[in-house]
């Protein structure tokens, strides 16, 4: 009987098949960058402060806006005015205020006033969602997160179960719809559902497009592949920050994200395949055969009738879901430990990235170059995890992109450069993590349930993406209290990481293998 290995061998391991399909599994990782960072640009906060008009009624005499805002808003310990606070107005007329001034202070008893550029609008300006109703701008990032969440879920099952082409196709389409209808959302609360079926969309894409050409490769490809496919992530940051520069109304910056998706879907209609380690574990051997013969064709190779009457295809269709993998105990533990790592990449990345405008610089600038350190860092993730392996390649970066988040509390906030540098550096580990963890992730279960193990740790991140802007919350307490958080959660994953095995140059298994004694194989354990 014939493996795929062996399939792979004869019509080409890595050819011009296999890298059209990578370059076109690339491309929808720029729209995930768009989804998943694109509020930080749609809900911009503009500066704003309480309506304190009252104090004209005082005198005839004209104020400034500068003048009227020393005299009835206070400011806090580093000499900006408060948003949400005012002095509470009283009788006296505007010479006596000038000269005694004022004392008690109180809510925006008439309103908020902001101070937005022409042709600029947020979500935050036109839905008003100012001081006590600021915390839907962050309940509205938990819950896109909550949507990844529950997708990566569905998404893993249905991709084990109707294929990966099905899920990704049809998950682009539906990120298209909604996020083309969140540019006409009429209020807050039916952009922030249309935001979570975004969600629920965008993680079919994660889960399942890079694996689809991962698993067209021979396994020593597959963190390549993998990788490479991500690194447009990072493109996808950068092409972000420029159209948000470029575009200042949120809803025709929307509009721009999401429109090309109608353009891309067709042509991944036309290029993507299915996976034929897929079909092959199915019992679908005429369209794997189908499949494979399509690739030869492309890469220009010949493949024997016979090698391909001997495929070992399975004759039952092994339709494996998340429960399998705890019923299995080395998959069971995998599952454990992996989903603490990516809870605790999941907190730091967010952590850093939905945090930028709070570093001192230019957002656009500072999101920018975000963009620009996670090309190095991924492409530089690839050359460790060969030169060192996974797991310890994995751990060191867990560790020292939680220093970071740890460094930048102790540095001064009137030091903006400085901060911006090491979140710059948190950033790059945390970007080269998730490139790890994808691969590691991949290589850790066998094909027949690859994606709902993905799926299950792509719940684990997801729960940390929901944590995060709420964790942002903890800074009403104490301003150290979030990056402290965002700090110290990776750094004890890293003792985690060390206990899985590692799957260097290690073939990928079609199917878990049980002992015949007791327990499992641990496939793939060194």
Request: aromatic fraction near 10%; charged fraction near 15%.
């Amino acid at each position: 009987m014939s493996t795929f290995a062996d399939i792979l061998k004869e019509i080409g391991e890595f050819g011009l098949f296999q890298k059209r399909l990578v370059a076109a599994v690339s491309v929808p990782n720029i729209f995930i960058a768009f989804d998943v960072i694109s509020q930080v640009f749609t809900a911009l906060d503009f500066p704003n402060y309480c309506n304190t008009d009252w104090i004209l009624q005082r005198s005839d005499a004209n104020l400034t806006r500068e003048r009227q805002k020393e005299l009835t808003i206070p400011v806090r310990p580093d000499g900006s005015f408060q948003s949400c606070l005012m002095y509470t107005p009283v009788d006296s007329d505007l010479e006596t205020i000038e000269l005694y001034g004022l004392n008690s202070t109180t809510g925006c008893v008439n309103g908020s006033e902001l101070e937005v550029p022409i042709g600029a609008s947020s979500i935050i300006s036109e839905f008003n969602l100012l001081c006590d109703r600021r915390t839907l701008t962050e309940l509205s990032q938990s819950i896109y997160m909550t949507g990844l969440l529950i997708g990566a879920v569905v998404s893993g099952f249905m991709a084990d179960r109707f294929g990966r082409r099905f899920v990704v196709l049809l998950a682009i389409l539906l990120l298209f719809l909604f996020g083309v209808s969140a540019a006409f959302s009429p209020n807050v609360y039916v952009y922030i559902a249309l935001n979570f079926m975004c969600g629920v969309s965008m993680a079919g894409i994660v889960t399942n497009i890079s694996v689809i050409g991962g698993e067209w490769c021979e396994s020593s490809k597959f963190a390549f592949c993998t990788i490479i496919s991500q690194s447009f992530y990072a493109i996808g940051l950068m092409l972000l920050s420029g159209l948000a520069y470029l575009i200042r109304d949120w809803r025709v910056l929307q509009l721009a994200l999401y429109s090309p998706l109608v353009l891309v879907l067709p042509v991944l209609y036309w290029i993507l395949p299915e996976s034929a380690r897929w079909l092959i574990t199915q019992g679908r051997k005429e369209e794997a055969v189908k499949e494979v013969c399509r690739a030869a064709k492309v890469n220009g190779r010949d493949v024997s009738p016979d090698l391909l009457d001997k495929m070992n295809v399975d004759v039952t269709p092994n339709r494996g879901g998340a429960l399998d993998i705890f019923r299995i105990s080395y998959l069971r533990k995998r599952t454990l430990i992996m989903g603490y790592v990516w809870f605790g990449i999941s907190i730091m990345y967010y952590g850093l990235s939905l945090n930028v405008g709070n570093f001192g610089l230019n957002i656009y600038l500072t999101q920018f170059i975000f963009g620009l350190v996670e090309v190095p860092a991924r492409l530089i993730s690839l050359a460790l995890i060969e030169r060192f392996g996974r797991r310890r390649s994995e751990a060191a970066l867990l560790m020292f992109g939680g220093a970071a988040c740890l460094a930048v509390i102790v540095v001064p906030k009137d030091l903006p450069v400085v901060v911006t540098v090491i979140s710059i550096l948190g950033k790059f580990a945390s970007a080269a993590s998730i490139s790890i963890v994808y691969v590691y992730t991949g290589e850790l279960y066998p094909t027949t349930l690859r994606q709902s193990g993905i799926g299950l740790n792509s719940m684990c991140a997801r729960l940390g993406g929901i944590l995060s802007p709420l964790i942002r919350l903890l800074g009403l307490y104490h301003e150290a209290m979030p990056m402290l958080v965002y700090g110290l959660v990776p750094a004890s994953a890293v003792g985690f990481c060390l206990l899985l095995p590692e799957t260097l140059n290690v073939e990928l298994q079609e199917h878990a293998q049980p002992r015949t004694d007791s327990g499992y194989i641990e496939v793939g354990q060194k």
